[in-house]
């Protein structure tokens, strides 16, 4: 049976150009740029909550670190280096290979490198940590939004939610939908280009849209004091969505988890940097409302009428 030690060596072991020392030592070393505040964010995956425990673990290794890198590019910051802690019921060579292949492949993509971790035998759950850098004082923080700001949101939203609803057998879709709705619960694509653009642009606030919009964007507005109403009608909607009603699509949009866009706030005077900094980034920005005073999420549709929240987004402790 391997040691703990060959699975690291085989497995997690590998150059870290952007890091003074990497993997083997008792500590790794990293130098921050000067000027530079480091973002440092974990998350912690527990097979049978996070995951399904015989999820491809190519896939998975990309999204245990894309969910990461969400965080950095929610913070506006560049991802420079991680650090992957591993709980494993028994040491299955090719499992790890496998999800070792997906995070380092992902990790090359966006210039990180795995510095360090644990690894050790128990029920599987894995926890990265990653650090990167934003320039000091400028990150996009949930307590920076001010009153009369837009509303915006990358890409589109819902995606993930009715993907997790098709594999529940709660929504039917042609083979096609299907694909596109399981890429984005499978794949989820990190934000990291937008949120950097966005810190040239100015923009102060931002959260990444991991547990639904609702509940996401209530964390901007409480932590910075506001209210805020939505458009209904201008959320973007994933494709698949047109598949199913129109009340369902909006509750998809609005409360399901896992789309990882980004929704930030910003002056209505940015509007047009906004725009250009997207057109950098390659990503598509909607503006869906505009921040308050006034505390309170209200909704409504284009003919100005109220709409009624489907719930809050998902919360792991109110099941
Ligand atoms: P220690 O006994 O000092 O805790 P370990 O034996 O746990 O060291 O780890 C040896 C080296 O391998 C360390 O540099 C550690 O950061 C690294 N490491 C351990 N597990 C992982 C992993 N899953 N991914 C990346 N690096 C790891
Ligand atoms: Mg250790």
Not at 30 to 38: E, I, N, Q, V, Y
Not at 197 to 226: N, P, T, Y
Not at 288 to 314: K, N, Y
Request: proline share 6%; hydrophobic share 50%.
């Amino acid at each position: 049976m391997p040691s703990e030690f060959d699975l690291i060596a085989r497995h997690f072991t590998r150059p870290a150009p952007g890091a003074v020392l990497g993997v083997g030592d008792d500590a790794a070393l990293m130098r921050a740029s000067p000027g530079m505040d480091l973002a440092v964010s974990t998350d912690m995956l527990v097979a049978g909550r996070h995951f399904y425990p015989d999820t491809d673990p190519y896939l998975l290794g990309r999204k245990a670190l894309a969910v990461n890198l969400s965080d950095l590019a929610a913070m506006g910051a560049r991802p420079r280096w991680a650090t992957l802690a591993l709980a494993l019921p028994e040491p299955d060579e090719s499992w790890l290979a496998a999800f070792s292949a997906g995070l380092l492949e992902l990790a090359a993509e966006y210039g990180v490198d795995l510095v360090g971790g644990d690894t050790t035998r128990g029920p599987l759950n894995l926890c990265i940590t990653i650090l990167g850098e934003v320039e000091a004082g400028r990150a996009l923080r949930r307590d920076a939004a001010r009153a009369g700001d837009d509303i915006w949101v990358s890409g589109n939203l819902g995606g993930a939610a009715l993907a997790l609803r098709f594999l529940q057998g709660q929504a039917a879709l042609p083979e096609e939908a299907a694909r596109d709705a399981l890429a984005r619960l499978e794949a989820p694509i990190p934000r990291v280009a937008l949120g950097r653009a966005l810190v040239v642009g100015q923009v102060r606030a931002a959260i990444d849209l991991s547990d639904g919009l609702l509940g996401d964007l209530g964390h901007i507005l409480e932590r910075s004091g506001l209210g805020a109403e939505v458009q209904v009608d201008a959320l973007p909607l994933h494709p698949a969505l047109a598949q199913v009603s129109l009340e369902a699509a909006r509750a998809c949009a609005l409360a399901g988890g896992d789309d990882y866009e980004l929704c930030f706030t910003a002056n209505p005077a940015q509007h047009a940097t906004i725009l250009a900094a997207a057109a950098l980034a390659g990503v598509t920005v909607s503006r869906i409302g505009w921040t308050r005073t006034e505390p309170g999420l209200t909704l409504r549709d284009r003919s100005g009428a109220l709409v009624t929240a489907p719930g809050r987004g998902f919360d792991h402790f109110a099941q």
